[in-house]
């Protein structure tokens, strides 16, 4: 295939960035939207150029790294997959393909499609863990967990951290990957000692962060590669108004 990429270019998080056109060609539909990315970026070294900086790692849909917005929607057009899996079969002969890095206050463009996604550590210092005496291992069944429960915690513990659900926000809320962070500890007995503070010290952290507030509009799921469910965002309500009515 040949294709036209529209790409967001900006030096550095002070600089005015600009979307820069690139012509390429001998796309295999075989390929993943990253391959592509890395051909680009073998031409523009060749020439002399600098290369586009994008996120990497595991590129099989785990590790969350790879993000970036694909013609105005957070890791492109294909449900429930991230843009290292995305292939080019999604596209045609032709096609001009727009790439920009995730829009948010609270996560700064550093360069080109590369931003600071730092806050998200942050949250997850405020409270995404458990104490718990140290020591060997318990036995695997010393603490039993309902089916149900168990279902539930590891459709949270599914989210990636990738941020797609805040580009996605039109408050750039990160409400969702913070309410799952919150419901996979909660639903668990190892999570119940501290779930209500948990839940009131995560949701602080979000708003010191500079997230936006929720307002339900369902945007964030839509585009999350793992399908996380509003209902996280409900759970984790519940352990905050707990912990408003125990003064926690």
């Known amino acids: 295939m040949k294709l036209t990429l529209r790409i967001w270019r900006q030096s550095d998080r002070e600089a005015r960035g600009k979307m820069v056109t690139y012509k390429i060609d001998d796309i295999s539909t075989d390929m993943s939207f990253l391959e592509v990315l890395d051909v680009l970026n073998e031409q523009l070294t060749a020439t002399g150029e600098e290369p586009v900086a994008f996120d990497h790692d595991c590129r099989e849909g785990i590790c969350g790294a790879c993000g970036m917005v694909i013609n105005g929607v957070a890791h492109g057009p294909q449900k429930l997959t991230t843009a290292c899996q995305l292939h080019m079969r999604h596209f045609k002969d032709g096609d001009t ?135 996280v965002i409900g759970a984790m309500n519940h352990d905050v108004l707990g912990s408003a009515i125990r003064g926690r």
């Open 97 to 231: 393909i727009d790439v920009e890095p995730w829009r948010a206050r609270a996560f700064p463009v550093v360069k080109d499609l590369v931003v600071d996604r730092g806050a998200f550590d942050r949250i997850i210092q405020a409270g995404g863990y458990i104490s718990a005496p140290t020591g060997s291992a318990p036995d695997a069944h010393a603490t039993p967990v309902p089916k149900p429960d168990a279902d539930a915690a590891f459709e949270a513990a599914a989210c990636i951290g990738c941020g797609a659900c805040v580009a996605a926000c039109p408050n750039g809320s990160a409400m969702l990957f913070t309410a799952a962070k919150v419901a996979h500890l909660g639903a668990l007995p190892q999570g119940q000692p501290e779930r209500a503070s948990r839940a009131a010290a995560m949701l602080h952290a979000h708003d010191e962060a500079d997230f936006g507030g929720c307002t339900n509009t369902g945007e964030c799921t839509a585009v999350c590669p793992k399908g996380i469910p509003l209902t």
